[in-house]
């Protein structure tokens, strides 16, 4: 079946724009994680949607970076007044909670920030 | 919160002998440790998992070991090959919270 999958691809905007990033998640995965990779580092947690509960934003670096789900499926991560260093490759992941903790991954959206 | 430590940042091995990285983890009650392994470019992508009911696991070339006592894990690549080569995540999950913590990789690289 269908992976999850993320769009744009890439993404480069300048300094001070506000970027949306989508995730289309494994469909009746009630659980979706967006996470952080900056170049050569490793995954950095930001939030976490399940099912109807409020996320998890316990990760978010600052109140530019929000997301929301909507219909419990597709998610958006909107970065407001971009800056250098969000530039990054932001991952979604989803899982079957309570069934298979495993967590699939999107290809990502790599952002430069210019 | 729970804090994965993880070890060696790279490790570089010749074609044909074993690979081994180990985690550790601090709250005790992670119950779930997967594996990523990461193509450069590409997605991570789940190797093998372990559940802290199991001590270990194998598949075909690569196995896992939990120690839940010392609160470590291990991933053991044997008869490494080329294709081995990428940055393998380790991470530790626990139902409570349902958040999975990342180790921050190791970058292996197998010479020919």
């Known amino acids: 079946g269908a992976g999850v999958s993320q769009s744009p691809s890439n993404k480069v905007t300048e300094k001070g724009k506000d970027v949306e990033l989508r995730c289309d998640p494994i469909?009746?995965?009630?659980?979706l994680y967006w996470y952080r990779q900056s170049l050569g580092q490793g995954l950095e947690f930001l939030i976490y949607?399940?099912?109807?509960?409020?996320?998890?934003k316990s990760g978010l670096p600052s109140d530019r970076f929000s997301a929301e789900r909507t219909g419990g499926s597709v998610s958006t991560l909107t970065i407001q007044r971009t800056q250098q260093e969000d530039s990054a490759v932001y991952l979604c992941a989803s899982s079957l909670v309570g069934v298979l903790e495993t967590q699939y991954f999107g290809p990502g959206t790599r952002l430069l920030v210019l | 919160g729970e804090n994965v430590e993880q070890h060696p940042s790279t490790l570089s091995v010749q074609e044909g002998d074993s690979a081994v990285i180990k985690c550790t983890y601090s709250?005790?009650?992670?119950?779930?440790f997967p594996w990523y392994k990461q193509e450069l470019g590409k997605r991570p992508q789940l190797i093998i998992d372990?559940?802290?009911?199991?001590g270990e696991k194998k598949d075909q070339r690569i196995a896992v070991t939990l120690n839940k006592t010392a609160k470590h894990f291990s991933l053991h690549i044997t008869e490494t090959q080329p294709e081995d080569s990428a940055v393998y995540f380790c991470a530790a999950f626990k139902a409570a919270g349902n958040k999975l913590t990342f180790g921050g990789g190791t970058r292996v690289l197998v010479k020919p």
């Open positions: 949607f399940q099912g109807n509960s409020a996320p998890d």
């Open positions: 469909s009746g995965h009630t659980a």
């Open positions: 709250d005790s009650a992670s119950n779930y």
């Open positions: 372990i559940r802290s009911n199991v």
